[in-house]
């Protein structure tokens, strides 16, 4: 990608609005798993305890996390992800312990109170590149170079 980048620039081309579109592309596939419940990799993500006993989807209950992830772009990367402190739990899975040898207490629904010294998160990536994904962003770079040439072919002003 960086000899991609360097090239543009000698052709005299701005690489950032395919960053941009790269960035935004990743955004909305992002996005578009708390829909599907499927991760980057096509695992179709466990269903949460919440989700089980009353339905809907997993990580959805608040549409927190979901409606968190942006994307941004400049001349040399795009990215996209979330600020939430909870994002890397739900991403890569993890034990929650309770301080100082306390409980952590939450209510189940139709179960009532539950008080435990820890919980396991199972991990339910919603970061990353699909296949798809990536099949789409060589597209976009393909329009991209496809548009550069033609606009830099002789005899154009």
Do not use: C
């Not at 919440?50 to 772009?73: E, F, V």
């Not at 890397?88 to 939450?106: D, E, M, S």
């Not at 099949?135 to 548009?147: C, E, P």
């Not at 033609?150 to 005899?155: E, F, K």
């Amino acid at each position: 990608m960086q000899r991609l980048f360097k090239a543009m620039q000698q052709m005299g081309a701005n690489p950032q609005p395919l960053l941009q579109d790269i960035a935004f592309l990743g955004e909305n596939s992002t996005r578009e798993r708390f829909s599907t419940q499927v991760g980057p990799d096509g695992q179709r993500w466990k269903p949460s305890l919440r989700a089980q006993l009353n339905g809907g989807k997993t990580l959805t209950k608040d549409g927190h996390l979901g409606d968190s992830i942006t994307s941004r772009a400049d001349k040399s990367a795009a990215e996209w992800g979330t600020n939430r402190i909870y994002a890397a739990i739900h991403q890569f899975g993890g034990v929650i312990k309770a301080k100082a040898g306390g409980y952590l207490r939450f209510a189940i629904p139709g179960v009532g109170h539950v008080s435990k010294r820890q919980v396991t998160i199972d991990a339910r990536p919603y970061l990353g590149l699909s296949a798809e994904d990536e099949q789409d962003i060589l597209a976009l770079v393909s329009d991209h170079i496809s548009n550069l040439v033609r606009r830099n072919a002789p005899g154009r002003a």
